[in-house]
Nanobody
Framework: QVKLIESGGGSVQPGGSLKLSCVAS????????VSWYRQAPDKRREIVAI???????NYVDSVRGRFTITRDNTKNTVYLQMNSLKPEDTAVYYC?????????WGQGTQVTVSS
């Protein structure tokens, strides 16, 4: 069965860190562009970061310098390291893998930043 599985979410105080993981099951991520999205309550889903199949990352302005996207093809996993978290980072985070006509989404993991 083809699926993406996110993990690593949780509750942290402002200024804290979390590392999200996105593991692919049933297919290889090697040739996929992988991105992280987030959706806060009553807001549209937005892209946060993207990494190409060759490992080049890019970020939305609001997280640049705080978040880092990486991939480990030997583990079929993409990571999102989130530092200096802010309350406005609170959302459900989703990973997405795309190549050609293939487009897969994970089920999401909750990140809550609150004092």
């Amino acid at each position: 069965q083809v699926k993406l599985i996110e993990s690593g979410g949780g509750s942290v105080q402002p200024g804290g860190s979390l590392k999200l993981s996105c593991v692919a099951s049933g297919f290889s991520l090697d040739w996929y562009e992988v991105s992280w999205y987030r959706q806060a309550p009553d807001k549209r889903r937005e892209i946060v970061a993207i990494i190409t199949d060759t490992g080049t990352g890019n970020y939305v302005d609001s997280v640049r310098g705080r978040f880092t996207i990486t991939r480990d093809n030997t583990k079929n996993t993409v990571y999102l390291q989130m530092n200096s978290l802010k309350p406005e980072d609170t959302a459900v985070y989703y990973c997405r893998a795309q190549t050609g006509n293939h487009d897969y989404w994970g089920q999401g993991t909750q990140v809550t930043v609150s004092s």
